[in-house]
């Protein structure tokens, strides 16, 4: 009979064990990760909405990593007043000052300044296209990051001025349809991050669209105008007077769906109206891509915007 045996194990072969047993997890973690990342690409086989390449990570939002990095914010110089690119050469201000574009110089915008992160071209485009119009919400995160960094980009003109966001509605019958309003979502997204440490309240439902306006596609600037004109009001007046707003939307075209917004407001008692949207149409783009184009289509394109 094996009476009173007592097994004694070395304390230090027990910090040993457990030594190598930390240097081990990482590696079996990651081999674990690796597994289960094939496993998802194997069972439910995707590609990248916007360049169709394979996807090969598990994630809500179904673009690759190259086509996420591929987007950029606005390179050069832009006007002080409304984010357009500038041509520097062209555009230099006598005695100083605000280096702003020809158009803000001759009529100051509503608003007292608007900014975007990038384009309203290539993957950042294609990206606001899944959110809006193929209902991938996910993407909504990743236009939230963007936008947050445009708002702490604005934060030192805030003169220490908390601003109350206002998100650019939609017209009831197009919530329905859509079933969701993508600025209001894209802006909560990046309230979440605290831009420039600023905690910001939306007030998603004080503006509200009147009348729907249809698409402003080919229209000149001044139809566009005209096409907006009456669209807004506000619901709470009392909620925003003698607030400052940052004005928040998807992409800033030719600020006309903004500018009547921003005089909404202004009517209402606000100060000051901020603007901030994920991109914005570059005239200066679509200049080149009228001198670039062919003849013909040269002349489809003048018509278009004629």
């Not at 608007?114 to 119009?133: F, N, P, Q, T, V």
Request: charge should be neutral; proline fraction near 6%.
């Amino acid at each position: 009979m094996r009476v009173g045996w007592r097994i004694v194990f070395s304390s230090s072969e027990d910090l040993t064990r457990a030594s190598r047993a930390k240097v081990a997890e990482p590696a079996f973690v990651s081999w674990v990760s690796a597994a289960a990342e094939s496993l998802f690409a194997t069972l439910f086989p995707a590609d990248c909405r916007l360049c169709g390449a394979p996807l090969v990570k598990i994630s809500r939002l179904p673009v690759c990593e190259d086509c996420l990095t591929a987007v950029k914010p606005v390179e050069g110089i832009v006007c002080a007043k409304c984010g357009e690119r500038l041509a520097i050469q062209s555009h230099l201000p006598e005695g100083g000052g605000l280096l702003c574009c020809s158009d803000c110089r001759q009529e100051p915008p509503v608003f007292a300044k608007a900014l975007a992160y990038g384009s309203y071209s290539g993957g950042l485009r294609d990206l606001i296209h899944l959110l809006k119009y193929q209902q991938v919400k996910p993407a909504a995160a990743v236009l939230g990051r963007m936008l947050a960094e445009v708002i702490e980009e604005l934060a030192p003109s805030l003169d220490g001025i908390v601003p109350v966001i206002v998100p650019v509605p939609l017209h009831p019958s197009k919530l329905r349809q859509r079933g969701f309003n993508q600025s209001e979502m894209i802006a909560a997204a990046a309230a979440k991050l605290k831009p420039g440490g600023l905690e910001l309240a939306i007030r998603a439902h004080l503006l509200e669209r009147r009348r729907p306006t249809g698409s402003q596609t080919g229209l000149s600037e001044h139809q566009r105008q005209e096409n907006m004109r009456g669209a807004f009001s506000l619901s709470r007046p009392d909620e925003v007077d003698g607030c400052d707003v940052l004005l928040v939307d998807d992409v800033f075209t030719t600020g006309a769906t903004v500018s009547e917004c921003a005089r909404v407001l202004r009517r209402a008692g606000v100060p000051r109206v901020w603007v901030a949207t994920v991109a914005r149409t570059m005239k200066t783009e679509v200049v080149h891509a009228v001198l670039r184009a062919e003849p013909d289509e040269e002349m489809q394109s003048m018509a278009a915007h004629g």
